[in-house]
């Protein structure tokens, strides 16, 4: 049995039934959607959904512990009436479909039965489910620098062990003091996920440092490497005994100093490249860091 038990007082018997044929003026785009009935505690139709550029319509009536779902049907009309048509074998059903002035979708639903039922009139009312906001991330500018891994090598330059890259290795990218073997396991990372940009958060002194492949964070893993997971969807920054720092519940991820500015950035950074990991060469005190997924 279906029966609507929302009702509006102030609505005329006579206005249902003309509205039922007549409709009220609209455009079908704007019926685009799910549609959700204003009555939780209704024992008919709870929602209905719409596609208005094929003009699918598609009903779900009230059922334990799940809804029943009817099968999907062309709606039908032109002008502003438009029906839609249900053979249930037990009962046929015409359902009068228009959206009101005040943003609501009534659907009437006239039912006719086969066996000794009386036929039946049930009116309902819906909201549009409304999909919730997505707050968009402001566009961070990047600080970023070419490296080209192809002709990246390591080259010592009055005693200072160095990346260079470009054409005769012209540009100084990373330094290493003499600290020759983390020299070489970096130039190792880089070649591995073929880096393009080395990329920072404040300079002089950078707060963060982080590699990109082509605009994108790097993916896979590298035997030996020296990581710190994290989660990008839980990060947040923290003022902890006066610092600002980047924490993943309570364990600390990175730290800005007094420089709420570049901790923010970072973290937008971190979430808008989905990185997962923070990675070191040489610790403590590492002469080379990077994140990846």
């Given at each position: 049995?279906?029966?609507?038990?929302?009702?509006?007082?102030t609505?005329?018997?006579s206005f249902?039934a003309?509205?039922?044929?007549?409709g009220t003026?609209?455009?079908?785009?704007?019926?685009?959607?799910t549609?959700i009935?204003?009555?939780?505690?209704?024992?008919?139709?709870?929602?209905?959904?719409?596609?208005?550029?094929n003009r699918?319509?598609?009903?779900f009536?009230?059922?334990?512990?799940?809804?029943?779902v009817w099968d999907?049907?062309?709606m039908?009309g032109?002008?502003?009436?438009?029906?839609?048509y249900?053979?249930q074998?037990?009962?046929k059903?015409?359902?009068?479909?228009?959206k009101?002035n005040n943003?609501?979708?009534?659907?009437?639903?006239?039912?006719?039965?086969?066996d000794r039922r009386?036929?039946?009139?049930?009116?309902?009312?819906f909201?549009?489910?409304?999909?919730p906001?997505?707050?968009v991330?402001p566009a961070v500018?990047?600080?970023?620098?070419?490296v080209d891994y192809?002709?990246?090598?390591?080259?010592?330059i009055k005693?200072?062990?160095?990346?260079?890259?470009?054409?005769?290795?012209?540009h100084?990218?990373?330094?290493?003091g003499?600290?020759?073997?983390?020299?070489?396991?970096?130039?190792r990372?880089?070649?591995?996920?073929k880096?393009?940009q080395s990329?920072f958060?404040?300079?002089?002194?950078?707060?963060?440092e982080?590699?990109?492949?082509?605009?994108?964070?790097?993916?896979?893993?590298?035997?030996?490497?020296?990581?710190?997971s994290?989660?990008?969807?839980?990060?947040k920054?923290?003022?902890?005994?006066g610092r600002?720092k980047i924490?993943d519940g309570?364990h600390?991820?990175?730290?800005?100093?007094?420089?709420?500015?570049?901790?923010?950035?970072?973290?937008?950074i971190?979430k808008?490249?989905?990185?997962t990991?923070?990675?070191?060469v040489g610790?403590?005190?590492?002469?080379?860091?990077?994140?990846?997924?």
């Amino acid at each position: 049995m279906y029966r609507s038990t929302f009702n509006f007082r102030t609505l005329t018997l006579s206005f249902i039934a003309l509205f039922a044929f007549i409709g009220t003026s609209f455009a079908t785009t704007s019926l685009d959607g799910t549609w959700i009935n204003r009555d939780a505690n209704t024992s008919g139709l709870t929602k209905v959904v719409i596609s208005s550029s094929n003009r699918i319509f598609q009903a779900f009536g009230k059922c334990h512990p799940n809804d029943c779902v009817w099968d999907r049907v062309r709606m039908q009309g032109r002008g502003n009436s438009y029906k839609a048509y249900y053979n249930q074998g037990f009962a046929k059903r015409v359902l009068s479909i228009a959206k009101l002035n005040n943003g609501l979708l009534c659907v009437i639903m006239k039912t006719d039965y086969k066996d000794r039922r009386k036929s039946r009139r049930d009116t309902y009312y819906f909201r549009k489910k409304v999909r919730p906001n997505v707050s968009v991330r402001p566009a961070v500018k990047e600080d970023c620098v070419k490296v080209d891994y192809r002709t990246a090598k390591l080259r010592c330059i009055k005693g200072n062990w160095t990346i260079v890259d470009g054409p005769q290795g012209r540009h100084a990218a990373f330094s290493f003091g003499n600290k020759v073997k983390e020299a070489r396991k970096a130039l190792r990372i880089i070649k591995q996920y073929k880096v393009t940009q080395s990329c920072f958060v404040g300079r002089p002194g950078p707060s963060l440092e982080y590699l990109l492949r082509q605009g994108k964070a790097p993916t896979g893993a590298i035997a030996q490497e020296d990581c710190v997971s994290f989660n990008p969807r839980t990060i947040k920054v923290k003022r902890i005994n006066g610092r600002y720092k980047i924490v993943d519940g309570s364990h600390w991820v990175f730290d800005f100093g007094n420089s709420k500015a570049e901790a923010v950035k970072s973290l937008n950074i971190i979430k808008k490249h989905g990185f997962t990991k923070s990675c070191y060469v040489g610790r403590p005190g590492p002469s080379f860091e990077y994140m990846r997924k």
